[in-house]
T-cell receptor, first 113, second 117 residues
Framework: NAGVTQTPKFRILKIGQSMTLQCAQD?????MYWYRQDPGMGLKLIYY???????DKGEVPNGYNVSRSTTEDFPLRLELAAPSQTSVYFC????????????FGPGTRLTVL | AQKVTQAQTEISVVEKEDVTLDCVYE???????LFWYKQPPSGELVFLIR????DEQNEISGRYSWNFQKSTSSFNFTITASQVVDSAVYFC??????????????WGLGTSLAVNP
C-alpha cells in the first residue's frame, strides 16, 4: 500500500511555463484535495474532488486546473507559471465518511523563476 | 463561520520541559471533528489525533495528551518531557459534519515548536 504518492518531488519552472503535478492514491478514497503551503504558513486549499468526474474550487484556485478521470488520480495543472506559485504542494485523500482523516502525500516543492 | 486559531506562532523550550500548544476553534455545527497534525522539518504531514464533538474525554498517547473543552471551544495539545525529535510545526484543524459537507479541513496557521537540547 503506497498511500498517496506525488511526483515530482522538486521542480523549477520559468515564468510562463506549464506543468502538471501528479497525485495518485491506492486506498480507494473518494475525496481528494490539493493544497499549497507557502513558507511559514498553513495550508490553503486549491481544489478538491468528491469522486471521479467531480471537482470544485477551494480557497485559492486561480492559475490552476484539475481533473479527476479515475478514483486513483488527481493531477494539478499549472498554466502560465508565475513567481507567486512558488510553494510546496500537497495532495491528500480521505474516505467518504464524515470525520475521516486526510492522508497526505510527501509534497512537491515548486520554484518559479 | 468556521475558523481555527493557533495563537502561538513559535514556542521554544528546553528538552524535558512540558509544553502546551493551544487551539481554539469556531463552528456553528453541533457535530464536528478536530485534528492535530505534525509537520517535522522533513516536510511531510503526519496525523496525530482525531476527536469528534461528542467525545470530550481527554486522550493520552505516550508523552502526548489532548484536552478537549467544548465550553471554551479549545482542543489543546500537551507534550510531556519534550524531546528534540518533537521539534516540528503542529497544525490544528476542524472538519464539520453537516449535510453537504465536502469533508474540507479548516486549518490553523500552525505552531512552530523548537525543542533545544
Amino acid at each position: 500500500n503506497a498511500g498517496v504518492t506525488q511526483t515530482p518531488k522538486f521542480r523549477i519552472l520559468k515564468i510562463g511555463q506549464s506543468m502538471t503535478l501528479q497525485c495518485a492514491q491506492d486506498m480507494n478514497h473518494n475525496y481528494m484535495y490539493w493544497y499549497r503551503q507557502d513558507p511559514g504558513m498553513g495550508l490553503k486549499l486549491i481544489y478538491y474532488s468528491v469522486g471521479a468526474g467531480i471537482t470544485d474550487k477551494g480557497e485559492v484556485p486561480n492559475g490552476y486546473n484539475v481533473s479527476r478521470s479515475t478514483t486513483e488520480d488527481f493531477p494539478l495543472r499549472l498554466e502560465l507559471a508565475a513567481p507567486s506559485q512558488t510553494s510546496v504542494y500537497f495532495c491528500a485523500s480521505s474516505y467518504r465518511t464524515s470525520g475521516s482523516m486526510q492522508f497526505f502525500g510527501p509534497g512537491t516543492r515548486l520554484t518559479v523563476l | 463561520a468556521q475558523k481555527v486559531t493557533q495563537a502561538q506562532t513559535e514556542i521554544s523550550v528546553v528538552e524535558k520541559e512540558d509544553v502546551t500548544l493551544d487551539c481554539v476553534y469556531e463552528t456553528r455545527d453541533t457535530t464536528y471533528y478536530l485534528f492535530w497534525y505534525k509537520q517535522p522539518p522533513s516536510g511531510e504531514l503526519v496525523f496525530l489525533i482525531r476527536r469528534n464533538s461528542f467525545d470530550e474525554q481527554n486522550e493520552i498517547s505516550g508523552r502526548y495528551s489532548w484536552n478537549f473543552q467544548k465550553s471554551t471551544s479549545s482542543f489543546n495539545f500537551t507534550i510531556t518531557a519534550s524531546q528534540v525529535v518533537d521539534s516540528a510545526v503542529y497544525f490544528c484543524a476542524l472538519s464539520e459534519a453537516g449535510a453537504g459537507n465536502n469533508r474540507k479541513l479548516i486549518w490553523g496557521l500552525g505552531t512552530s515548536l523548537a525543542v533545544n537540547p
